[in-house]
């Protein structure tokens, strides 16, 4: 198709109409948020709430194919569209990675490690689950969270209470705070015809829950880097997924070497895969792009180590600094107001592989 619908209107829209544009392709933007920064770039765009059943019958009628950019998309709304036109990546992608308890089950059931975890549906539930979990402990809304947002962290059995009552969700899971090395990930991309490729495994630096550093290659032993892309292969397929999706890790050191621990999973272009943009012929958000329009997965080859950084917040105002240095590549997503954690842009920096 050469219409290509996507879902939520961030700058990962912004930066998936750029790339489709460069190969002919034109993209209608769906987002309530009449502020979105990827409407600036689209072919078209459409401001309506997820659950407007007739803007939604208008849009599927324009488009070729549905994508999405954030997954928070209400499943009910890519379930509406899917009757009437090709959801790369499906529902079921979206449905298992907006609710961390399906996901956890889902990783545990591929026999891949994941933090300590129980289910906590009520607030009684919370106790039974920490005599079960060692503390420190991680409670995390099963839903909606992100840049580490809806979680509290319980230090003993007395804060349980305080830290249900601070993510004030209906439902949640709690997990043991792990005691990593480093945390990586893997950017993938699946086609319809169920090809697969990686990018280079990234290592990411978080700051109060936000991601704030990704640098490739990750240094982790070569093994290490094999397992991480295929745990993600894995995920990629029980999922039928088709596009591009991201594998958050942990990678634990111990006596016995490298293990990885999977985070969490988000079924689309990643924040650490960004430095793809420079760093390799083909960036993910072409990589999606390709794959939702029923191409063959392209190569994930990198020609470059390379370092991005996050613009958060207040950051984004030393942009003239970042647009004055040699190489770097300044990205600004034109958000208009500069709130606090808020991610406005991103520089990468390249350096030759291997140096
Ligand atoms: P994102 O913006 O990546 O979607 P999120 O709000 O979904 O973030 P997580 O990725 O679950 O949240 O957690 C954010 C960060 O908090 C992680 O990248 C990691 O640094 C830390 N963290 C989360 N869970 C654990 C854990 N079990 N042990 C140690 N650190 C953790
Ligand atoms: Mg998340
Ligand atoms: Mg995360």
Not at 49 to 67: I, N, P, S
Request: charged share 25%.
């Amino acid at each position: 198709g050469s219409t290509i619908g996507i879902l939520g209107g961030g700058q990962l829209g912004r930066m998936l109409a750029m790339d489709a544009a460069r190969l002919g392709l034109s993209c209608h933007v769906y987002c309530p948020d009449p502020d979105s920064p990827a409407f600036a770039v689209a072919a078209r765009h459409t401001v309506a709430a997820y659950d407007d059943a007739v803007a939604l019958e208008r849009f599927a009628a324009e488009c070729d194919a549905v994508t999405y950019e954030f997954e928070n998309v209400p499943a009910g709304t890519v379930e509406i569209l899917t009757g009437r036109l090709p959801a790369r990546p499906s529902g079921r992608s979206l449905a298992v990675c907006q609710d961390r308890k399906a996901e956890k089950t889902l990783v545990e059931g591929l026999g891949i490690g994941t933090a300590p975890w129980r289910p906590v549906d009520r607030s009684e539930d919370l106790c039974a689950a920490l005599a079960d979990i060692d503390t420190p402990a991680l409670l995390k809304t099963r839903r909606f969270g992100y840049d580490g947002k809806g979680q509290a962290r319980i230090d003993t059995l007395d804060g349980a209470h305080a830290a249900w009552e601070a993510i004030a969700a209906a439902s949640a899971i709690v997990e043991s705070l792990v005691p990593f090395a480093l945390e990586v990930s893997v950017v993938a991309v699946r086609g319809v015809a169920g090809d697969f490729a990686a990018y280079d495994v990234v290592e990411n630096v978080h700051e109060a829950g936000i991601l704030r550093i990704s640098r490739v290659p990750a240094r982790i032993a070569p093994a290490t880097a094999a397992a991480a892309v295929e745990i993600a292969r894995q995920i990629a397929e029980e999922l039928g997924h088709v596009g591009v999706l991201a594998v958050e890790m942990f990678v634990i050191r111990d006596a016995g070497g490298e293990r990885l621990m999977v985070n969490e999973i988000a079924p689309r272009v990643h924040n650490t895969g960004h430095w793809t943009i420079e760093a390799c012929a083909i960036s993910q958000f072409e990589a999606h792009v390709r794959a939702v329009a029923g191409w063959p997965v392209p190569s994930t080859e990198r020609h470059a180590d390379a370092e991005m950084v996050n613009l958060i917040g207040a950051d984004a105002d030393r942009w003239r600094d970042f647009a004055a240095e040699p190489g770097a590549a300044l990205h600004l997503y034109g958000k208009s107001d500069t709130r606090p954690g808020r991610k406005m842009g991103h520089v990468t920096r390249l350096r030759p592989r291997g140096s």
